[in-house]
């Protein structure tokens, strides 16, 4: 009887690729490039099977045994194939899994596999951050904790992205893995220099940073340029951070897009946030200075840079993290809170903003992947000397991806109602503070920084074109031409541009005994020559109250009575005159001392009644100007001011009119004299009863109370140009306000139509005169002066 033979299936046959030993050898030592190609699952050949096979491969260096758990339960035995990499086949085929692996000692590791996953950056992405366009760059590089696909289910985790160009590998090192990148290896996406790894099981408040192989061959630790949170200094790691913020100001950006900021209403409060109360967080913030600005009726506030920087004595002025608010007051959330707070108790946030320079600290942007990057590889372009800090490479695509993008993060993220671009002349001239044989010439021959000029005006047109009822000011202490002309027109494109002149010839002038000040007079009405040049915010910053400048009460001559009497003409003045207004908190008080960031304001003043009244003066300051539109509504054009009589040198008087669109005036009267003036006929536009807005002289503000007992009556007597006039009485060293009783209830008929939803400087229709660019070019060349700062081709006109 013959034997049956049964048939049998033949086993299959893998066909595994050879990899190379220099290629493990790379992914051991953590400096592939590519580690995604070699590690996690790729599709084999295999003869005699239907199904899908892939080949699993793992980093475990010093591992005795090392297994894939597939999500299905099943388990695929892996096998040492050299340098700590080793390799397994499953017939499942794609598919999720862990990682176990069994060391000598006894120990197990169980995790998830980061070389699994897709790319968590998509091609779009890559390609708009490539053509430098991407507006959302925050969205897609830095640290996200997120749900990434893997086969069979999402997994939460954290992706990290991050542009390196130069670099020949990246690692992410952080806690999670006692700071050693070797099995956290990133992989280079695309030529631009992307580099991305997403690191299952990771969650919110991980510290990390990027460890970088330079092209030289040595290893740097950096932290995220995109990081969105941050240690608290001095520590210098970047954390993953979230957000779970609601937002309650719907109503006010709702408002805020409807209407135009540059003819709105606005007076802002200067504050340092470490020493205006120091020890608040954010958060303890929010009530204290919420009750405060109501009290002094500011329609804003302006924090100095609240971007993360290492050291506190830069006010913030050296950012090493661009993304970050400063985790010195607590989490990004709670700095979101702030602001909520502020908006629902109708009050704007400005926030200074430098993208002039960075510091040169190792752990920061410097030389980020070993290279220039971030700053200019030439030091003529790439190096501010006076400052020890970088100048970012304007004409780099990525890079002005990387600022321009930052400009919207702040105002998208945190819904910031206006940025304070610093430094912006160290920016226009490639000889700022550069002496010949230092500097090179632009491409025309000139000393204009063209690619700093370009970037000026993509950010100031992306941010009007995206949020609309921003605003975007510039300190800029030249006489550059356009400044706050559209771009359309070749303008920076810029809202508002703080008068460095006006700020340096008032004071200037204040300084000087009243016995004296006759012979000083025209410092006072020269602003008025370029007063509509541009459109100008009125500055008396924390620069002028710092480094041996003294305060702003101790600007002031005379004894203490005196000072703070020329402190309420000087601020009477300065809230009338055309323009914004900033002013430095703890001026508003008559803050004895020089600030320092080190120590808090002199609270302690307000226990004298004269300080207590200065500050009630300021309050009602505010009050009087937003109840009045003819102080702000046509702040910008010639038509919204007019002389009284500005040649009084001889008493020391200047006096003024400003016009709402509707028609309706508001007289300014200034005695910067020691004696009172009157009686002393003041020409009006119209006759009839004109009330006292402001008297600065009154006793509940400290003042000896001389005045007109609350009105004047103007008479159909024509005077100083006017067709009517009054005798009126102006105390020492005081400033009035006169509005006439009787308002125009109809508006003239060229009242210019508001624009539901303004983008940004408004088309510029007069026309400079030489004359007035000129007087401009003069008074900011004495301000630079008297800074000590370079002021260079004064003149110039933007390309």
């Known amino acids: 009887m013959a034997n049956a033979t049964a048939e049998s299936t033949p086993e299959p046959v893998f066909h595994l690729p050879e990899i190379p030993d220099h290629e493990l050898a790379r992914i051991a030592g953590g400096v592939h490039s590519g580690p995604h190609s070699v590690l996690g699952q790729h599709p084999i050949h295999a003869e005699g099977v239907t199904d899908p096979v892939v080949a699993i491969r793992a980093l475990r260096p010093l591992a005795e045994k090392v297994t894939a758990v597939l999500s299905t339960g099943a388990r695929v035995d892996l096998a040492h194939i050299g340098h700590g990499v080793w390799q397994g086949v499953s017939i499942l085929g794609f598919t999720d899994y862990v990682i176990e692996a069994r060391y000598s000692d006894g120990n197990e590791w169980v995790v998830d596999d980061p070389y699994r996953y897709l790319p968590s950056i998509g091609d779009l992405d890559l390609y708009l951050f490539g053509e430098g366009r991407h507006e959302r760059l925050w969205d897609v590089l830095g640290a996200h904790y997120r749900e990434h696909w893997g086969v069979d289910a999402p997994s939460k985790g ?64 950096k932290a995220d340029p995109m990081a969105q949170y941050t240690e608290h200094p001095p520590a210098t790691a970047s954390v993953v951070g979230t957000s779970s913020y609601e937002w309650g100001d719907a109503e006010w950006m709702a408002k805020r897009a409807s209407v135009d900021p540059h003819n709105q209403p606005m007076s802002i409060y200067e504050m340092h946030v470490a020493s205006w109360r120091p020890g608040l967080g954010y958060r303890e913030l929010a009530d204290q200075l919420i009750e405060y600005l109501q009290e002094t009726a500011y329609t804003h506030v302006e924090f100095l840079p609240l971007a993360e920087h290492p050291f506190g004595g830069s006010w913030g002025y050296q950012v090493t993290g661009y993304y970050a608010p400063t985790s010195r007051f607590g989490h990004p959330d709670d700095l979101r809170y702030l602001i909520d707070r502020l908006h629902q108790a109708g009050i704007g946030v400005i926030m200074d903003w430098v993208p002039a320079h960075f510091p040169k600290d190792e752990f920061a942007l410097a030389r980020f992947d070993g290279q220039p990057l971030y700053e200019h590889s030439d030091p003529r372009k790439g190096e501010h000397q006076d400052w020890g800090t970088l100048v970012f490479d304007f004409g780099e695509s990525h890079v002005r991806n990387f600022l321009v993008a930052n400009a919207l993060y702040w105002l998208d993220e945190f819904h910031i109602d206006g940025l304070r671009v610093d430094a912006v002349a160290s920016m226009l001239y490639l000889d700022y503070s550069r002496n010949p044989g230092e500097w090179e010439p632009n491409q025309y021959g000139g000393r204009e920084n063209l690619e700093a000029i370009s970037f000026l005006q993509e950010v100031n047109a992306t941010a009007y074109k995206s949020y609309p009822g921003i605003v975007m000011i510039a300190e800029e202490s030249t006489a550059w031409g356009g400044v706050t002309h559209p771009t359309s027109q070749g303008g920076l494109g810029f809202g508002l541009k703080w008068n460095m002149g006006w700020m340096n010839d008032s004071l200037r002038f204040m300084h000087e005994d009243p016995m004296y000040r006759t012979y000083h007079h025209n410092m006072m009405t020269f602003t008025f020559v370029y007063a509509f040049t541009e459109s100008f915010l009125l500055p008396i910053s924390h620069d002028e109250v710092v480094h041996g400048k003294g305060s702003l009460f101790s600007k002031m001559p005379g004894d203490h009575w005196q000072k703070l009497a020329n402190v309420r003409v000087f601020l009477a003045f300065q809230w009338a005159h055309p323009g914004k207004q900033l002013l430095f908190m703890g001026s508003e008080f008559g803050q004895p001392s020089e600030w320092s960031e080190e120590r808090g304001l002199d609270w302690w003043i307000l226990d004298q009644p004269v300080h207590r009244g200065l500050q009630r003066y300021v309050g009602q300051l505010n009050r009087i100007y937003r109840d009045n539109p003819s102080l702000w509504e046509r702040d910008n054009t010639e038509q919204g001011f007019s002389w009284i009589d500005g040649g009084d040198a001889a008493n020391n008087l ?51 109370g001389v005045g007109n007992f609350g009105s004047v009556t103007a008479e159909p007597v024509p005077h100083q140009g006017q067709p009517a006039s009054a005798e009126i009485t102006i105390p020492p060293l005081g400033a009035l306000y006169l509005k006439p009783r009787s308002a125009v209830q109809e508006p003239p008929a060229e009242l210019p139509a508001e624009a539901a939803a303004p983008e940004g400087p408004a088309e510029r229709e007069d026309e400079i005169t030489e004359e007035q660019r000129a007087a401009q070019a003069e008074a900011e060349q004495r301000a630079a002066e008297a800074r000590e700062e370079p002021a260079p081709n004064p003149g110039a006109e933007a390309p």
């Open 654 to 704: 200047i006096s003024f009119l400003r016009w709402d669109n509707w028609g309706n005036p508001v007289a300014a009267i200034f005695n910067f004299g020691g004696n009172p003036v009157g009686p002393y006929r003041i020409g009006l536009p119209q006759e009839g009863v004109w009330d006292e807005l402001l008297n600065s002289d009154a006793t509940e503000f400290g003042g000896s």
């Open 158 to 221: 954290v992706s990290f992205t991050v542009w390196a160009p130069h670099a020949q590998a990246v690692r992410v090192i952080g806690e999670f893995n006692r700071w050693d990148g070797t099995l956290h290896a990133m992989r280079r996406l695309d030529a631009n220099g992307v580099w991305e790894l997403f690191v299952p099981g990771l969650e919110p408040h991980t510290p990390y940073k990027f460890e970088i192989l330079t092209a030289a061959g040595h290893w740097i630790e």
